[in-house]
T-cell receptor, first 114, second 118 residues
Framework: DVKVTQSSRYLVKRTGEKVFLECVQD?????MFWYRQDPGLGLRLIYF???????EKGDIPEGYSVSREKKERFSLILESASTNQTSMYLC?????????????FGPGTRLLVL | DAKTTQPNSMESNEEEPVHLPCNHS???????IHWYRQLPSQGPEYVIH???SNVNNRMASLAIAEDRKSSTLILHRATLRDAAVYYC???????????????????FGQGTTLQVKP
């Protein structure tokens, strides 16, 4: 079974802190994604990556950056956390981006920024 | 990606079949129909997908209308563990690695919240 793990289930940070969210997948997938999920807004794509060292902006990249130094690991960075970044963050991976491909999600990290 | 419409909520009794409908009247010929579900406090989980023919797997069945404008996810015997939000999503099979037409992202709508009663 594909496994996508995220470094923390729950995280509490203060405004202005630099926050790292780590995601690791064990299936040698090419593509990795970071979404955030907020009530009433569904899942929104922050960044994605097609390959090592490649990154593309999603729909809401402002205030975030990403790093993909190794194929299995995709990190989301909040350069200076703000209260409006309080959210559930979900990492996902897939082998390809075609329509028939399945995305596998991690358990999520619930981030609270005070 | 084309839009889908699902009921906001449904109820079912434990051990009874559940039929979750999804309308997608603007579906294109290359759109795959995917279903994911999200249990409380968990990440979304893949359930099933199909293109034209009905599909079965260990979790569920997917019945696709002949004109492909609607589909139904069937849980054959609902359990309490099946209480979740179910999302019907269309995914275009056209691949573009420059990101211009297919980023691979999933567009989740509001989904159907399924309540299973003991």
């Amino acid at each position: 079974d594909v496994k996508v793990t995220q470094s923390s289930r729950y995280l509490v940070k203060r405004t202005g802190e630099k926050v790292f969210l780590e995601c690791v997948q064990d299936m040698d997938h090419e593509n990795m994604f970071w979404y955030r999920q907020d009530p009433g807004l569904g899942l929104r794509l922050i960044y994605f990556s097609y390959d090592v060292k490649m990154k593309e902006k999603g729909d809401i990249p402002e205030g975030y950056s990403v790093s993909r130094e190794k194929k299995e690991r995709f990190s989301l960075i909040l350069e200076s956390a703000s209260t409006n970044q309080t959210s559930m963050y979900l990492c996902a991976s897939s082998l390809l981006t075609s329509g028939r491909e399945t995305q596998y999600f991690g358990p999520g990290t619930r981030l609270l920024v005070l | 990606d084309a839009k889908t419409t699902q009921p906001n909520s449904m109820e079912s009794n434990e051990e009874e079949p559940v039929h979750l409908p999804c309308n997608h009247s603007t579906i294109s010929g290359t759109d795959y129909i995917h279903w994911y579900r999200q249990l409380p406090s968990q990440g979304p989980e893949y359930v099933i997908h199909g293109l034209t023919s009905n599909v079965n797997n260990r979790m569920a069945s997917l019945a696709i209308a002949e004109d492909r404008k609607s589909s139904t996810l069937i849980l054959h015997r609902a359990t309490l563990r099946d209480a979740a939000v179910y999302y019907c999503i269309l995914r275009d099979d056209l691949v573009s690695y420059d990101g211009s037409s297919n980023t691979g992202k999933l567009i989740f709508g509001q989904g159907t919240t399924l309540q299973v009663k003991p």
